[in-house]
Structures are given as structure tokens and as C-alpha cells.
């Protein structure tokens, strides 16, 4: 009996001290605009702490070609994440970047390549295919675990945020290089609200019946 009664206690500490971190987290709410005032939903909106947090854990993604395309077109990863390029089509394809954030050329290839790529750089990767050249994709590569997409209407809330010193960007499809960004402090317990205006344009609403 004594032993449960010290679980539940242990318990109760743990969940008040989960409680108390919440009630000190800050919260930040980004709005991204085009230079021309209209709303840029699906943005990449990323915060950068001023003294970086190394990931606890090796991190893996993928990006497939199916019918010629690259899925998905748009990738948002940390540094240091090994990426496999599967092929499943029935025709081969030969993937390159010539971007500086990561240089590479998987030659003309059909299934999975052995060795996925390491994005060990920050930027913004652009990804092609020597074969076809309507295929195109983006790996935008940060080096933070706050990161949102925007909303229909342009906005991105990140919460539970740390307290302290960060750099604030966005990033939109199809920029090549990451925005400038903004010196950002956020209090603990605190909503801040930030407006973001890159050089791009708005996508046009998906026609009902269609996939967004």
C-alpha cells in the first residue's frame, strides 16, 4: 500500500511540474504575406533558437517518383537527416541538385538506393531529374524543431515554446534561398504576434472537387 501511495505522489509531482513548464511556455502566432498584402497559406513558417538544439535522435525521411513526380514536392527536414529516394515507376530516373546547401547525382536508377543522402547543410535544396525535366521538388533543410505550415489564411500558431532568443523565417514554394531572418525574443507565459512578407505569390484556392 505504501508503495502506491508513493507512485500516486511521484505521479501528482510529475504532472504539477509538466503543468508549471506549460504555464511558462510562450506562444507565437506568424502571419505570411506576399508583398502584395495577400495571404500565403502553406508557407513554411521556422523558428531558429539563438543556441541550437542538437536532435535527440537520428532523423529519416523519403521522397518517391511516382509518374514522373516527385512526392512529396515540398520536404521540411532538421540537418542531418538521411533521405531515400525510392523509385516507383517503371522507368528509371536520375536525381541531382546542384544547390549549395546539398550537392549530389543519384545516376540513372531503378527500386531504392542503397545509401540515402545526408542533408548536413541549412537552405534550401532543389531537386531535379536528369531525365525529366518537369520533375521538380524542394527540401527546404532547418536546423530547429519549431516549424508550422500556414493556413488558408496565411496564418501559423507555434506553442509551447521555450522562453528566450530565436531568428524568425518563412519560406515559400518556389523560392530558391531561405528569407532574411528576423531576431525574434520571446517571454515565458507570453503570445507574441509577427507578421512576415516574402517575395512570392499566392496559390489560387483548390476548385471544389479537387485535391488540394
Known amino acids: 500500500m505504501s508503495q502506491r501511495i508513493g507512485l500516486q505522489s511521484a505521479l501528482c509531482v510529475l504532472l504539477a511540474s509538466l503543468s ?22 502553406d508557407s513554411v513558417v521556422y523558428l531558429t533558437p539563438v543556441v541550437p538544439i542538437a536532435p535527440t535522435a537520428s532523423l529519416h525521411a523519403k521522397i518517391d517518383q511516382q509518374h514522373k513526380t516527385f ?33 549530389f547525382d543519384l545516376k540513372l536508377y531503378s527500386g531504392t538506393p542503397s545509401t540515402p543522402v545526408v542533408f548536413d547543410k541549412t537552405g534550401v535544396v532543389v531537386l531535379g531529374c536528369n531525365i525529366h525535366d518537369q520533375m521538380i521538388a524542394w527540401v527546404l533543410v532547418i536546423n530547429t524543431p519549431y516549424t508550422l505550415r500556414t493556413d488558408a489564411e496565411g496564418m501559423a500558431t507555434l506553442a509551447n515554446l521555450p522562453a528566450g532568443d530565436y531568428v524568425l523565417r518563412a519560406w515559400h514554394e518556389p523560392m530558391s534561398e531561405e528569407a ?33
Open 71 to 103: 512526392v512529396p514536392r515540398v520536404s521540411v527536414v532538421q540537418v542531418g537527416t538521411a533521405i531515400s529516394f525510392p523509385n516507383s515507376d517503371n522507368i528509371r530516373h536520375s536525381i541531382y541538385s546542384f544547390s549549395p546547401a546539398k550537392i
Open 180 to 212: 532574411p531572418g528576423e531576431p525574434l525574443h520571446l517571454e515565458a507565459a507570453a503570445t507574441a504576434t509577427h507578421t512576415l512578407r516574402l517575395d512570392a505569390e499566392a496559390q489560387p484556392a483548390p476548385m471544389a472537387g479537387m485535391a488540394p
Open 20 to 41: 508549471c513548464v506549460a504555464g511558462h511556455a510562450a506562444t507565437l502566432r506568424v502571419l505570411v504575406e506576399n508583398t502584395k498584402g495577400a495571404a500565403l497559406a
